[in-house]
T-cell receptor, first 112, second 115 residues
């Protein structure tokens, strides 16, 4: 069965702290996506990771992909309140970029 | 200009009714999708169309029927609505293929409430 699991499901962190969200998936893939969703809003694409060892950074967020371990991480550096949202990873198991299997989501709450 | 738009944004209806949700994208993409997000925020693909052709049809009840009149539009018609259909439905689009920047762009969502 194709599965994508994220942990933690909920993360409360203080401003200025660092933390990592983990995304594990069940079978071979080298295409992984990270999205952000604000409450009541749509999904916004953050990163596209297309190969083993891929690393991408945007502001305080950095995503990486280890296809051998079937693991992606989303690292948050010096969190700020504006990063509060739900973060989803999604894996393309088809190799055609046409079907994404989403993780359970990690709800991030950054407190002052 | 909105890249992926959906109408309506909210839909409240009685059990047993038939309703439609419309989706349009102006990104020039050739692949469009419907997703369902349940109350626990879990997102699951329902359908995917490439160049007006159905390519993904997950185990969705046949009360749900997608229609793609052209590459820029993908509508979702739901017959005989049930309580369990209450969810947020997202439309998305992408370019077909394995480009480095290919990702799916999501619409604003339609919150469907079945009473």
């Amino acid at each position: 069965e194709l599965k994508v699991e994220q942990n933690p499901l909920f993360l409360s962190m203080q401003e200025g702290k660092n933390y990592t969200i983990y995304c594990n998936y069940s079978t071979t893939s080298d295409r992984l996506y990270w999205y952000r969703q604000d409450p009541g809003k749509s999904l916004e694409s953050l990163f596209v990771l297309l190969s083993n060892g891929a690393v991408k950074q945007e502001g305080r967020l950095m995503a990486s992909l280890d296809t051998k371990a079937r693991l992606s991480t989303l690292h948050i550096t010096a969190a700020v309140h504006d990063l509060s949202a739900t973060y989803f990873c999604a894996v393309d198991f088809t190799g055609t970029a046409s079907k994404l299997t989403f993780g359970t989501g990690t709800r991030l709450q950054v407190t002052l | 200009d909105t890249a992926v738009s959906q109408t309506p944004k909210y839909l409240v209806t009685q059990m047993g009714n038939d309703k439609s949700i419309k989706c349009e994208q102006n990104l020039g993409h050739d692949t469009m999708y419907w997703y369902k997000q349940d109350s626990k925020k879990f997102l699951k693909i329902m359908f995917s169309y490439n160049n007006k052709e159905l390519i993904i049809n997950e185990t969705v009840p046949n009360r749900f029927s997608p229609k793609s009149p052209d590459k820029a539009h993908l509508n979702l018609h739901i017959n005989s609505l049930e309580l369990g259909d209450s969810a947020v439905y997202f439309c998305a689009s992408s370019a077909w293929g394995l480009g480095d920047t290919d990702t799916q762009y999501f619409g604003p969502g339609t919150r469907l409430t079945v009473l």
